[in-house]
């Protein structure tokens, strides 16, 4: 289903409006592949009675369904692996020693499409760390994508998507059938607090101030402006000791240089400058 470059411009328009993504110029192939399925499914029959019907009807509803569509998702269990590693040798010792005295840890996964990142994190909390289930352990999950998030809390997973990344021992442990695929169990998954939250729109008042941040693969996608919008945010919302992970391809220099990169086991992660003084929290 082929889109006109007026039609084009509108959806990339309305995708950046509402997300801040950026859909570059030659993603025209990419909108037209992932919208038709959605045309199907609401039964229009091109592109141009689509963007007609979201131009005359600004329904919302039908403006998610498109953003929806669009925002790429890919994930798995244990991505990359040395963030888990790092969190597992180091990271979390050391946390867990700096607040014996309160016995608080506040995690946020900041784009966690289908949820096998905080999932990846609760199973390494059950499994190395079992001293924390009498903690005050927040492990919070959020999305834009609503659809993301009703996949990601009902914690089943396909048999090629538990291939990707999850190891026999925590598949015997933590999973059991379930149809052709495989489902998590009440145990973990009832350890993440799944949440919608745009990145690019004023954040909650109430969230919490975090001891890690996980905002992985996701700032790829948004131009400098948002980037530095979205750390300022960050460097508000974590604990002047706390941690920030970005995806393998991020970083926040030349973006905000309150952060400082820091070499932790294999990992590269980001940490607040001492002499930083916006976060008082
Ligand atoms: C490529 S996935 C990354 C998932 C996971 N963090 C990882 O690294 O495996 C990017 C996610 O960012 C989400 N996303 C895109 N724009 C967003 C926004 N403005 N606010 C919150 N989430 C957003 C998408 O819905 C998608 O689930």
Redesign the pocket.
């Known amino acids: 289903m082929a889109i006109n470059q007026m039609d084009f411009d509108y959806i990339r328009k309305l995708v950046r409006d509402?997300?801040?993504?950026v859909l570059s110029d030659d993603k025209q192939y990419l909108i037209e592949f992932r919208l038709s399925p959605v045309l199907k499914d609401i039964g229009m029959r091109s592109m141009q009675d689509l963007v007609t019907h979201l131009r005359i009807s600004k329904s919302s509803h039908l403006q998610q369904r498109v953003?929806?569509a669009l925002?790429?998702?890919?994930?798995?269990f244990f991505?990359?692996n040395h963030p888990f590693a790092a969190l597992r040798q180091s990271i979390l010792p050391q946390l867990i020693r700096q607040r014996q005295s309160d016995r608080k840890l506040h995690i946020w996964?900041?784009?966690?499409?289908?949820g096998?990142?905080p999932y990846s994190i609760a199973m390494l909390i059950r499994e190395h760390f079992p001293e924390l289930a009498s903690w005050q352990l927040r492990l919070m999950a959020?999305?834009?994508?609503n659809q993301?998030l009703e996949r990601a809390k009902t914690g089943y997973y396909s048999q090629h998507e538990v291939n990707r990344g999850v190891p026999k021992p925590l598949l015997d442990r933590y999973f059991q059938t379930q149809g052709k695929g495989w489902q998590l169990s009440q145990q973990i998954r009832q350890m993440v607090d799944f949440q919608?939250?745009?990145?690019?729109?004023p954040w909650p008042q109430t969230l919490p101030v975090m001891d890690m941040i996980?905002?992985?693969?996701?700032l790829?996608?948004?131009d400098a402006v948002?980037k530095k919008a979205?750390l300022k945010k960050v460097r508000q919302s974590l604990r002047a000791d706390g941690y920030l992970f970005l995806?393998g391809g991020e970083t926040t220099l030349n973006l905000d240089a309150a952060f400082e990169p820091v070499q932790i086991d294999n990992v590269v992660c980001f940490r607040l400058r001492s002499n930083h003084s916006t976060n008082t929290r």
């Open positions: 509402r997300t801040a993504l953003i929806e925002v790429t998702t890919e994930t798995l991505r990359d996964c900041a784009a966690c499409s289908s096998q990142e959020s999305d834009i994508s993301m919608q939250l745009n990145l690019a729109a996980f905002m992985r693969n996701v790829i996608y948004f948002t979205i995806g």
